[in-house]
């Protein structure tokens, strides 16, 4: 339902996206107005690209905030826990050790790999960090999900760890870009190598 819900509400809207991508379901802290407009708009829920290419790796390094933000934005960060979308509201409740689906809607497909990870909220007064995201695995068990170049509805099942429960944890979806061309490990040069252009998305979730 919650999917349905947020398909409906991009129908009047996706004729005039040009931007990138954004999870679906559950739906991201960005995304949350699409559903229910007691939540802060954000008609850019589809940029949250760190900044765009130039700022992540020329002003910082390649670094990104932890859920797509400038990594040079002053922290909370807006989507980040207590920033301006990241507002605590637990969109799903999951069973530990679960299989789940994830559903990313890309406007725009810049080929390269989704990965999905997990972090545990300790403190619900503070930002999740980079350092507590532990990535999720794939059914097949790897940890990188190619993109077709003519995806733009992409479905994805993860496992969620085993014995790991909590009240709020952050499911986060990472997209690297493989559109690029750059440098490879060998020295050669090709599309997909190098740094490439970074989307993230938040989620808030339980788990039981």
Not at 76 to 103: A, C, D, F, H, M
Request: hydrophobic share 30%.
């Amino acid at each position: 339902m919650i999917l349905l819900s947020v398909i409906l509400a991009f129908g009047f809207v996706l004729r005039g996206v040009y931007g990138h991508g954004m999870m679906l379901d559950p739906p991201n802290r960005s995304s949350l107005w699409r559903f229910n407009d007691s939540f802060p708009i954000n008609y850019n829920d589809n940029e949250n690209f760190c900044g765009g290419f130039a700022v992540q790796w020329s002003e910082h390094g390649g670094n990104c905030g932890p859920c797509g933000d400038n990594y040079g934005d002053s922290v909370p960060r807006k989507n980040e826990n207590t920033g301006t979308y990241g507002l605590g509201y637990v969109v799903t409740q999951y069973k530990s050790g679960s299989v789940i689906n994830i559903t990313t809607l890309l406007t725009a497909n810049h080929r390269g790999t989704f990965t999905y990870s997990l972090c545990v909220l300790k403190d619900f007064t503070q930002p999740e960090t980079e350092e507590c995201f532990v990535n999720l695995p794939y059914l097949d068990g790897s940890y990188g999900f190619k993109i077709e170049p003519s995806a733009y509805y992409v479905l994805n099942s993860v496992v969620l760890p085993p014995g790991v429960t909590c009240e709020r944890c952050v499911l986060r979806w990472h997209y690297k870009t493989g559109n690029s061309w750059g440098t490879c490990n060998d020295g050669s040069g090709a599309i997909g190598c190098g740094p490439q252009e970074t989307f993230r998305s938040c989620s808030d979730i339980s788990i039981v």
